[in-house]
Nanobody
Framework: QVRLVESGGGLVQAGGSLRLSCTPS????????MGWFRQRQGKEREFVAA????????YYADSMKGRFTISRDNTKNTIHLQMNSLKPEDTAIYYC????????????????????WGQGTQVTVSS
């Protein structure tokens, strides 16, 4: 069974940092773009960041640029999202996702680009 397991969420004060991790099990996604999305309460799931299969290219939603950094270690089959300067509006459930096509990164910022999803990890930023 293929699973994506997120970890690293929690409660942090505004201005603080958290590092999320995503570890696939059941298969490797070293040939796939990986993404992070989030869903705030009462809102639709939205794109946060993505990283190409090689790690050479990264993509961010405008509101995350300069604050969030996505990275991957294919030797450890792990993807990370470093989140700095967190704001209360970053409070959400954060989801890891694997792109449905290998070696492809022309479209990475929509839900339909991904076919494997984790269960999510809660991030709460207090003011």
């Amino acid at each position: 069974q293929v699973r994506l397991v997120e970890s690293g969420g929690g409660l942090v004060q505004a201005g603080g940092s958290l590092r999320l991790s995503c570890t696939p099990s059941g298969r490797t996604f070293s040939t796939h773009t990986m993404g992070w999305f989030r869903q705030r309460q009462g809102k639709e799931r939205e794109f946060v960041a993505a990283i190409s299969w090689s790690g050479d290219s990264t993509y961010y939603a405008d509101s995350m640029k300069g604050r969030f950094t996505i990275s991957r270690d294919n030797t450890k089959n792990t993807i990370h999202l470093q989140m700095n300067s967190l704001k209360p509006e970053d409070t959400a459930i954060y989801y890891c996702a694997a792109h449905l096509r290998p070696y492809y990164s022309l479209s990475v910022d929509t839900i339909d680009d991904y076919d494997y999803w984790g269960q999510g990890t809660q991030v709460t930023v207090s003011s």
